[in-house]
């Protein structure tokens, strides 16, 4: 490849498969040769992943937006008495699913919610119960560290049995990477103070991947915090991942300024330093095998690209996205599986039906 003179040290490691340090991590994000980074990261997803890229056909599944915790960075939640504030009955959280239904090739559910001030763990138990007993085919991943953490407060029980719960009554495969923000007291304590610490949130992973159910990664970035805050996130979870090995995908979010508390004063992320964050984590986490470009957040061209900057993943066809739509995502709020397959092939990868344990479902040749 052709590094500057500046980074020649830093792409002789990765090429000889040595891990990056903190320091690494922080030079690279003062690195203005995005083709170059990216051409790293490719490399790296080429010589881990090969050519798939996987992608899911499922429906996002929110049930309330109703939420006590206020994070900032959040056009989603809402009081129960504000406009657009709604929480689903039982029968309404079948009605979405049955909809979606009309896609034949519908394989799982993406379910997650606010932190509702009155509902019980039994309450959110109860749908995911009864939208296993509807649907149990379709594969369950839901619930967030933060969700979790929140349950267990709530209930009384140990993260572990609110786990088992899940896992046994309303058959969780799988958790969502969402809730991990930035893993900073720091940028916590001005962003979110009302949820789950960094500690908490990883602490639910770690008992998760325990229990044998695995989960993913994620970082919002392009607020308030650090570029050595970013780095910093990124080590906290390869430390956790070399401990468990229990994250299957980390995902970058860009921060969505649009209607939220923050957005007065946070301009969007660019699509340079989307780009380079997405090669970056690609480059530092090295014992993740994948990484996902979520289209919704980057919008449809920046993921397709991204693919060429150590992606692996696009996530899915989503079916009616509404967390960072309010949030003025531009996207759209689904993709046909026709898309998804035609965004992968155009970048020259082969796309991969897969679950939401990146179990192979269809291979599109
Ligand atoms: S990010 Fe999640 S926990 Fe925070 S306000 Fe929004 S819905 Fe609630």
Not at 54 to 68: D, F, M
Not at 274 to 288: G, K, P, V
Request: proline letters at 2%.
């Amino acid at each position: 490849m052709l590094a500057t003179r500046e980074y020649q040290d830093i792409e002789a490691k990765v090429m000889r498969g040595e891990r990056l340090t903190r320091e690494d991590g922080i030079r690279l994000f003062h690195c203005h040769d995005l083709a170059w980074l990216g051409a790293l990261a490719d490399h790296v997803r080429r010589e881990k992943c090969g050519d798939i890229v996987y992608y899911n056909v499922n429906c996002h599944v929110n049930l309330t937006n109703i939420c006590t915790s206020h994070c900032k960075f959040c056009a989603f939640g809402r009081d129960a008495d504000e406009k657009g504030a709604y929480a689903m009955t039982k029968a309404q959280a079948i009605a979405v699913v049955e909809d979606a239904m009309r896609d034949p090739n519908l394989a799982g559910l993406h379910v997650v919610s606010g932190l509702h001030p009155t509902w019980s763990f039994e309450d959110y138990l109860g749908i995911v119960e009864a939208l296993h007993k509807r649907f149990p085919k379709l594969y369950m991943k839901g619930f967030t560290g933060v969700e979790i953490t929140h349950f267990a407060e709530i209930s009384g029980l140990s993260v572990e049995e609110v786990l088992r719960q899940l896992r046994d009554r309303g058959g969780l495969q799988a958790i969502a990477g969402g809730g991990a923000e930035i893993l900073s007291d720091r940028v916590r304590g001005e962003l979110c103070p009302n949820k789950a610490t960094a500690d908490e949130w990883l602490e639910v992973a770690r008992t998760a991947h325990k229990l044998g159910i695995k989960s993913n990664a994620s970082m919002l970035y392009g607020h308030i915090e650090t570029l050595e805050e970013r780095v910093d996130h990124l080590l906290r979870l390869r430390a956790l991942q070399d401990e468990t090995g229990g994250f299957q995908t980390f995902i970058c979010f860009p921060f969505l300024p649009k209607h939220t508390e923050l957005g007065e004063h946070v301009k969007q992320t660019s699509m340079w330093d989307d780009l380079r964050t997405m090669a970056i984590s690609r480059l530092m986490l090295d014992n993740f095998k994948n990484i996902k470009a979520y289209w919704v957040m980057l919008t449809v061209p920046v993921a397709q690209v991204a693919l060429g900057f150590g992606a692996n993943d696009i996530d899915g066809t989503v079916h009616k996205e509404t967390i960072l739509h309010d949030a003025g995502a531009k996207s759209p709020r689904a993709l046909s599986e026709d898309n998804i397959i035609r965004i992968i092939k155009e970048a020259g990868r082969i796309p991969a039906a897969c679950d939401c344990n990146f179990n192979i479902l269809r291979i599109i040749e």
